[in-house]
Structures are given as C-alpha cells and as structure tokens.
C-alpha cells in the first residue's frame, strides 16, 4: 500500500514539472513566459544585452530549456539545451558562468581533490549516458567534457 502511495504522489509531482514550451511565442513578455512555464530555474545575463530564462525539469533533470529575452524584455528564442551539439561547445577555460548560459544548472555536483568540482548533466539519450566537466578551483573548465554511462542506470536496473 504505501509504495502505491508513494507512486501516486511520484506521478502527481512529475506531472506538475511538465512545461507548456508550445505556448512560447517570439515578441512575449517575461511575465508571458512565467505564466505559460512557472518561475525560472535560473537567470541569466546574455553577453549582447537581455536575459536568459532557465527552466530544468524531468526525471533526474534531462531537459533544460533556455528562453532568451531581448533588452525589452520580449522572447527571442527557446531551446532544450541538453543535447549534443551544446555539449560539443563546452572547452577548455571556460568560466563557470559561461557553462552555466550554455547548459544551465548540472542534475549533480560532485566535490574532487585539489578543490575541483565535477558537474554532470542527464540528457535525452536511448543509451543512458551522462555529460560531465570538471571545474578548477578556479571555476573554469579543465580539457573541456565528456559523454559518459550513467551510474544511475545500474540503480535504475536493480530496482
């Protein structure tokens, strides 16, 4: 009983983290965007002016759609960002704040010797993989990423 409980209320928490991307129209207003999608994820400036509107959700984090505002405050573009040819942009020395426009916030965080930190993003992928980079104490990005198997798959088998 209490594991259909905790299914139950499972399906009801990720029906609530779905998002009306289909409602999003170029020209709309950041109070639009909020309405159609919920409060961001993350906020952030972009380089030629406007912001970026981060909004992560999914099982364990495998979508993040970005929606770029222009300096009025209008909808340029959207994107689901997780995806390869994003990831193929990740290099060498990058700042923090550059991996965070480009893939927002990381599924998982993990602490590393020397004062390094290993982000790790979950993706749309038939082949349960993983994209991971290592951040400096620096905060910039050591040798750029990598596509690796997910250790949550071997959990998600078991269970």
């Not at 594991?3 to 207003?29: E, H, Y």
């Not at 984090?61 to 960002?81: H, I, K, P």
Request: net charge neutral; glycine share 8%; hydrophobic share 40%.
């Amino acid at each position: 009983m209490i594991k259909l409980i905790a299914q139950a209320a499972l399906a009801v928490a990720l029906a609530g983290c779905a998002l009306n991307t289909t409602a999003l129209r170029p020209g709309q207003s950041e109070a639009q965007v909020r309405s159609a999608m919920g409060e961001p994820t993350g906020r952030y400036q972009l380089p030629a002016g406007g912001k970026r509107l981060e909004y992560a959700f999914g099982p364990y984090g495998r979508e993040t759609w970005m929606v770029d505002l222009d300096s009025n405050g209008q909808v340029t573009s959207w994107a689901q960002v997780l995806q390869e040819s994003n990831f193929a942009q990740v290099r060498d020395g990058m700042t923090r704040a550059e991996l965070l426009l480009l893939l927002g916030r990381p599924a998982d965080r993990a602490p590393e010797w020397q004062h390094r930190e290993t982000w790790s993003w979950r993706f749309p992928t038939y082949q349960c993989e993983w994209f991971r980079v290592t951040l400096s104490a620096e905060q910039r990005v050591l040798g750029g990423g990598s596509i690796m198997i997910d250790p949550r798959c071997d959990k998600l088998d078991v269970e």
